[in-house]
């Protein structure tokens, strides 16, 4: 009886012995992963961009640096920031790399799309990514006044404005902002197959042409800008922006 008694204590005891080792074990596995992850996940402190920095750069390697970083956006490599930092860091001053003129769409998320951070882009929307006094003028701020050394009109596939545009939609003050839409609708006449806003097809077609007529009003539209661009101080370019993949198309 007290040879089983003992077995039985024996057996509890390792038992419990190997319970215990197992926790420790999984901690330790725990604690080790928690700090990869830590480490993993720090956010990078990057530097916002200085006068001179900025002065330094060329249209065309601007231009290379959105391509490079829609690249990361589609490969979900986007770049770890602080935040915070570059909130701090560019209180005092902003010395962008380009501007960008996007739609209104809620689903193109403009500096996550070329990767970019706080102070890097001058950010434009509006339905349509139309063209018009008060964006010329902005425009002609942030390349003649703030230095930045390229324009890129932004459109998108399946764009509500451009198929409202297609189907003569009459909204109050949406009227007016179609009509500046219309022209591309004109120019899309040849297209071969259905031309309505149920032709995934016709409306990229619309909406390519809508990019281009944008970027030739900003030309004729603005002599500060024409005259830079004549000077090669800048470069002023089209996109064109996969819903379902994230990829800009550059139209240059």
Partial sequence: MKTKLKSIITALFLITTLISCNKTTQNTQTTVKNDTISK??????EKVLTAEQQAALTPDVVLQSLKDGNKRFINNQITAR???????????????????????DSRIPVEDVFDKGIGDLFVARVAGNIVNEDILGSMEY??????????????????GA?????DDVKLGN?????????????????????KTSKDKNYVDEVGRNNVLNAIEMIKTKSPVLEE????????????????TTGEVKFME
């Avoid at 993993?40 to 402190?45: Q, R, T």
């Avoid at 005092?92 to 003129?101: E, S, T």
């Avoid at 949406?174 to 259905?194: H, M, R």
Wanted: proline content about 3%; glycine content about 8%; overall charge positive.
């Fill in 228 to 243: 830079m661009l004549a000077k090669k101080e800048i470069r002023i370019v089209g996109g064109y922006y996969d819903m």
């Fill in 40 to 45: 993993s996940a720090a956010p990078l402190v």
């Fill in 174 to 194: 949406i009227t007016e902002l179609l009509s500046k839409i219309k022209p591309a609708v004109t120019e899309s006449q040849n297209f071969k197959g259905e």
């Fill in 142 to 159: 942030g390349c003649k006044v703030s230095g930045a050394k390229l324009i890129l009109v932004l459109g998108h596939q399946s764009c």
């Fill in 162 to 166: 451009v198929k409202s545009a297609i």
């Fill in 82 to 104: 602080d935040h915070s930092a570059m909130v701090r860091n560019s209180a005092n001053g902003q010395y962008p790399k380009a501007v960008i003129l996007s739609c209104l």
